[in-house]
């Protein structure tokens, strides 16, 4: 295996993984960029752009978790008074928002490195 090669397998694993987070509501995406914390280092220049695309693309979405899970907890308690529903309704629907963009990224990057494309 030449230097540029070192990784790609670590970084298929790792689209693997986030694909699979849709069914296991992101544990599998945690592993994921744990594993691709853990791989980056000895990952060679195509491989290593991936896993660090790949863990900038996991701490987006999760910092993006934490806002709508603040917005829905505010939502809730604002539900005594009505207006909650439309702000718990607007989480949802951020939350939707982001769960496809994590896929879409995810399945772009897979593409892109099968196809040998940096990203």
Do not use: C
């Amino acid at each position: 295996m030449t230097q540029s090669e070192a990784g790609r397998g670590s970084a298929l694993i790792v689209y693997a993984l986030y694909l699979l987070s849709i069914p296991s509501l992101a544990i599998f995406a945690l592993v994921g960029v744990i594993f691709a914390y853990a791989a980056r280092d000895g990952a060679g220049p195509l491989a290593r752009s991936h896993l660090d695309d790949q863990i900038r693309i996991w701490w987006v979405a999760f910092w993006w978790a934490v806002a709508v899970a603040i917005l829905f907890a505010l939502g809730a308690l604002l539900a005594v008074v009505l207006i909650g529903f439309p702000i718990m309704w607007i989480a949802g629907l951020i939350g939707f928002i982001f769960f496809v963009w994590f896929t879409v990224k995810a399945l772009l990057g897979l593409l892109a490195l099968l196809d040998g494309r940096p990203r």
